[in-house]
């Protein structure tokens, strides 16, 4: 499966679910207000649904991509948006609880058993040799 088909599988999840997918590009919503992560990859030029059919659409897609990057290490760069500490970091969660982990586990399970049933998530699965770490996020940004 594409990336974007993962992608699609997971915003149709979160939806279902009942969970309001919504993003901006800047701290103070000044910014692009994205309604889909779709819609969000694709304006920072991380995926794209639509080939594109000339150079110059590239260039544009490049230049919005540097731009969000960008954007993002001048965010954590500034002391006063995130603290150089575990708990600025993580955005005030510098502890879990039993409850968190738990809805993390089940989320990874879901996953591995919707979407990606082929996914071998510990050595056993996996014939004795270690397999992946999965981030699924833990932190800001």
Sequence with gaps: KSTMDITNQIQDILTRAGNHIHGCDSVDDTGITYTSIVEWKENTGMASTQPTSSNKGSEQQNETRQQWYKTGYDYWEDESNCAATVDGVLGGFASLS???????????????????????????????????????????G
């Design 98 to 140: 039993k409850r968190d982990l738990e809805g993390s586990a089940d989320f990874v399970r879901y996953l591995k058993s919707s979407i990606r049933p082929e996914l071998k998530l510990t050595k056993e699965e996996n014939g004795g040799v270690p397999t992946r770490a999965c981030e699924c996020g833990a932190g800001k």
